[in-house]
């Protein structure tokens, strides 16, 4: 049994952030896939939960006229993946979630905990990032709209307050029409295993030139991150194998990647190099070009 | 101790009772004589306890008993109806995929949602072999398994 001390099952988001108010110790569970491995070790800092599954309207996952798209923060890897509209619109969304875990686990664990926990491995961290994912979340004082960038403090931690809570993902059209995309995650095991170094990129061409380029890593830094140095090299160019040995160089600009047991630094950046050059030659092709 | 009072099927069978939250689906199910649904690993990682929540393959280890509330399950011991294996569990015996069995109630319910889920399908085993990714199994070198799910996808 899991040892949980206290357990409030919130009928409303306004009974989960109460609940959470009047508990300094409490914590959120979602799909459980780690907060219940952390309680089957014993951590009982996760012995006080508010559990929010029984809010139904935080699964949603919608467009609007405007095609902003919205994915509610209880949706499951495995509806996302499997949604019209997210296959539609964002393919490297789904590429990525496709590499957590195994099904079982896609079908209980959520995006929102992904991004919630503040995993500096989360898979769908490189997706939000490269598509400017902004976070409706709900507080003490009220609705608010956080930015994906920056939101990753660093490991396991993140802007959110104890209170808060997650509602949503919005998604705007600017930031999926027109861009093709690719994620590769480096893992010892080709599932169930946490990435190496995870990178995702999505990508805009103009004509013959590289327009636009958005590169983000995971497990490339204390965080998820960005990549401002690889995207401006690669801008305005021909993607030739030059320009991808730009990018290569610049992105080591960009990374902090440390030594673990998964892999030592000089390796991990290794791979950060030759998985910025794969994922844009990749997401050339996707649109259709050749690199 | 604190309980919730749930409602669910279990094998197409209705029972209500008042769960102790710090239960898992696998303990409920376990204690209530289910014991097809095997504890391995206890974190996600093995498949061994695959139950089917409302047809989705879940852990039933890093699964609340709680949230099992108003959902239908199905483990191993219900897939066989009146004394007959499912085309599944036949695939299984055929195609020799059972060594010491310990994975196999987990895993005929993964391949049970697999083929339900990609019914009509022509399956590679490519994809056979990511559809079960969530099992591990110490014995058969999956080959067997691949074979059996394949098998079973064509009945």
């Not at chain 1, 309207?57 to 405007?66: Q, S, T």
């Not at chain 2, 083929?115 to 990511?130: D, H, Y």
Request: net charge negative; hydrophobic share 35%.
């Amino acid at each position: 049994m899991f040892p949980i001390e206290k357990y409030h099952y919130a009928s409303s988001v306004d009974d989960a952030i109460q609940a959470l108010a009047a508990d300094e110790k409490s914590k959120i569970i979602a799909g459980g896939t780690d907060v219940l491995v952390r309680l089957h070790e014993g951590d009982t800092e996760y012995g006080c939960l508010v559990d929010i599954n029984g809010l139904n309207k935080l699964k949603e996952i919608r467009i609007d006229d405007d095609g902003n798209i919205y994915i509610g923060s209880l949706a499951t890897c495995t509806e996302i993946m499997e949604h019209e509209i997210i296959r539609k619109h964002l393919p490297m969304l789904v590429e990525s979630l496709a590499t957590i875990g195994g099904p079982q686990v896609r079908n209980t664990a959520t995006m929102g905990g992904n991004i919630c926990n503040g995993a500096v491995s989360a898979d769908s961290g490189c997706a939000a990032l490269v598509h400017e994912f902004d976070l409706v979340i709900e507080g003490r004082e009220g609705e608010r709209m956080e930015s994906i960038n920056g939101f990753h403090t660093g490991p396991g931690r993140t802007i959110l307050n104890h209170s808060d809570l997650l509602k949503y993902f919005l998604v705007r059209p600017e930031q999926y029409e027109g861009f093709s995309g690719s994620y590769i995650k480096y893992a010892m095991r080709g599932a169930m295993d946490i990435a190496t170094i995870g990178c995702g990129a999505m990508l805009r061409m103009d004509g013959q030139y590289i327009d636009t380029l958005k590169l983000a890593f995971a497990v490339a830094a204390p965080t998820p991150i960005r990549c401002p140095n690889a995207e401006k090299a690669a801008e305005k160019q021909i993607p030739t194998d030059e320009t991808l040995e730009a990018i290569a160089d610049a992105v080591e600009e960009d990374v902090k990647p440390r030594t673990s047991w998964r892999a030592t630094k000089e390796f991990r950046l290794h791979i950060i190099r030759t998985l910025a050059k794969r994922v844009t030659k990749q997401a050339v092709e996707n649109q259709g070009g050749a690199c | 101790m604190q309980t919730i009072n749930i409602k669910l099927t279990i094998n197409n069978k209705k029972y209500e009772m008042d769960v102790d939250i710090r239960k898992s689906l696998m303990d409920l199910l376990r204690e209530m004589g289910f014991t097809s649904v095997k504890q391995g690993c206890g974190v996600g990682e093995c498949g061994a306890c695959t139950v089917l929540v409302d047809d989705v393959s879940v852990d039933s280890c890093l699964y609340l008993a709680v949230w099992a509330n108003n959902k239908a399950i199905r483990t191993a011991e219900g897939e066989c109806k009146d004394g007959r294996l499912s085309p599944v569990q036949e695939a299984y015996v055929e195609e020799g995929a059972v060594q010491c069995g310990f994975c196999t109630p987990g895993l005929i319910m993964a391949t049970t949602s697999f083929l339900e889920k990609n019914k009509g399908k022509k399956l590679s085993r490519e994809e056979v072999k990511k559809g079960h990714a969530g099992n591990l199994c110490r014995c058969t070198g999956y080959q067997t398994i691949i074979n059996a799910a394949i098998t079973a996808g064509k009945k």
